[in-house]
């Protein structure tokens, strides 16, 4: 696509429930990065892939939280029993290439966001 | 521990004047450094790039310096108007890009 589609763009949920992020990106970009930023928060990092692989999971908060890539393209993040600490909103990133040898390929284009309210 | 440090969280100039920006960063080999923008309820957006052998980079009236001895990275706005009022942030290139914290600019007319 033109760029990067992030659904739903607003989710309200119940403490417990497990919920579902997507992030389509740019075609042709083989990294893809998640981010959650808190309210008047910078961003956290929280996983980054190449390709289908997740060279880095290191970011995720907690075991709550898991992420899969398919087919080098649409990503899911999925939050499973929601805490309202959970509230943010979560950015989805791809750039054509990865790594820190990849010569200035990793500009990130991001998408606007699934802002996720847990009551 | 790695750490990227953007100087304050909030800098508010006259319009006219010029904003500088710090990015400060510990436990980083960055092969590059980029900036970006971000404004309310909007994801960031891509300003400019540095790499580690180039001490300046200017586009149009954007200017980013970069210093590997001081691991720190000057971002200059000249000529500051209220549309440059917004969120800036500094990113570092590893096998993964990481981000600072930003610094909330306001330009007053």
């Known amino acids: 696509g033109a760029g990067v589609s992030q659904s739903p763009s607003n989710k309200v949920t119940e403490k417990g429930k497990d919920v579902e992020l997507r992030c389509d990106p740019i075609?042709?970009?083989?990294?893809l990065y998640w981010y959650r930023q808190s309210l008047g928060q910078g961003l956290e990092f929280l996983i980054y892939f190449q390709g289908n692989s997740a060279p880095d999971k290191s970011g995720l908060p907690s075991d709550r939280f898991s992420a899969e890539r398919t087919g080098g393209s649409v990503s899911t993040l999925t939050i499973q029993r929601t805490q309202q600490e959970d509230s943010a909103v979560y950015l989805c990133a791809s750039s054509p290439g990865g790594g820190q040898g990849s010569s200035g390929a990793n500009v990130l284009t991001f998408g606007a966001g699934s802002r996720l309210t847990v009551l | 521990s790695q750490k990227i440090e953007q100087n304050s969280e909030a800098l508010n100039i006259q319009e006219g004047k010029t904003a500088t920006l710090t990015c400060n960063y510990t436990?980083?080999?960055?092969?590059?450094l980029q900036w970006y923008r971000q404004d309310p309820g909007r994801g960031p957006v891509f300003l400019l790039l540095?790499?580690?052998?180039?001490k300046e980079k200017r586009k149009e009236r954007l200017k980013v310096t970069f210093d590997t001895t001081l691991k720190q990275s000057l971002f200059h706005i000249t000529a500051s108007q209220p549309a440059d009022s917004a969120t800036y942030l500094c990113?570092?290139?590893?096998?993964?890009?990481?981000f600072g914290a930003g610094t909330r600019l306001t330009v007053k007319p």
């Open positions: 990113a570092l290139a590893s096998w993964d890009m990481r």
């Open positions: 436990n980083y080999s960055p092969a590059y």
């Open positions: 075609s042709g970009h083989t990294a």
């Open positions: 540095i790499r580690e052998n180039e």
